[in-house]
């Protein structure tokens, strides 16, 4: 079992800084995956950006490339988003999620994670 907690989102204007955080506890495989998701009311769990918890490529959504960065700190098993110059289409709520890659599934997919957090919401005004 793993846990996520989600914390770091609140209230901000267009253009300001958010860095969001997930920590996790329980059974962590450094070949896991992690993931940040978002999801709007109504709409689906849309991929943001995601690693694995040993390095290596991290992977983002096209449209947010440049402006959102995924980092870690191992020590703590806490993974960072950082979004910078954020949008009022940045509202949402974001998700960690956390799962072991058995190959089934692209990195995108919700279906590749098991393990989520509660999310934490983010919203822009303009």
């Known amino acids: 079992q793993v846990q996520l907690v989600e914390s770091g989102g609140g209230f901000v204007q267009a253009g300001d800084s958010l860095r969001l955080s997930c920590a996790a506890s329980g059974r962590i495989f450094s070949n896991d995956r992690v993931a940040w998701f978002r999801q709007v009311p109504g709409g689906e769990r849309e991929f943001v950006g995601g690693?694995?918890?040993?390095?290596?490529?991290?992977n983002y959504a096209d449209s947010l490339k440049g402006r959102f960065t995924i980092s870690r700190d191992n020590a703590k098993n806490t993974v960072f988003l950082q979004m910078n110059n954020v949008k009022p289409e940045d509202t949402a709520v974001y998700y960690c999620a956390a799962g072991f890659d058995n190959g089934v599934y692209s990195y995108k997919s919700t279906n590749m994670y098991t393990y989520w957090g509660q999310g934490t919401q983010v919203t822009v005004s303009s």
């Open positions: 690693t694995r918890w040993s390095g290596g490529n991290t």
